[in-house]
């Protein structure tokens, strides 16, 4: 049974940073990996995501303030989010894709002005 959880969430002043950590278990290769997150009230935005070949792509919201990145293990996906926004405020989900799409169960991200 395939499992991601997802930890390292929480409140944060504007300008502060939170480092978001995904991990997977019962599956041991992804062909891509990524974050997506959900604002009350608005859809569900993909704003990073990672290939196989750790190559990233970024939303244009979160470009130049939040980092993609993989474990050596490759099970493993942070998501390194500096000078936070008040705009920032959802819950965060990370997915995996092999074969199918995996999700998390979200973890909530609060950034206060």
């Known amino acids: 049974q395939v499992q991601l959880v997802e930890s390292g969430g929480g409140l944060v002043q504007a300008g502060g940073s939170l480092n978001l950590s995904c991990t997977a278990s019962?599956?041991?290769?992804?062909?891509?990996m990524g974050w997506y997150r959900q604002a009350p009230g608005k859809q569900r935005e993909l704003i990073a995501a990672?290939?196989?070949?750790?190559?990233?792509t970024y939303a244009d919201s979160v470009k130049g303030r939040f980092t993609i990145s993989r474990g050596n293990a490759k099970n493993a996906m942070f998501l390194q989010m500096n000078s936070l926004k008040p705009e920032d405020t959802a819950v965060y989900f990370c997915y995996a894709n092999y074969l199918a799409t995996y999700w998390g169960q979200g973890i909530q991200v609060t950034v206060s002005s």
């Open positions: 990672i290939t196989s070949a750790d190559r990233p």
């Open positions: 019962g599956i041991i290769y992804t062909t891509g």
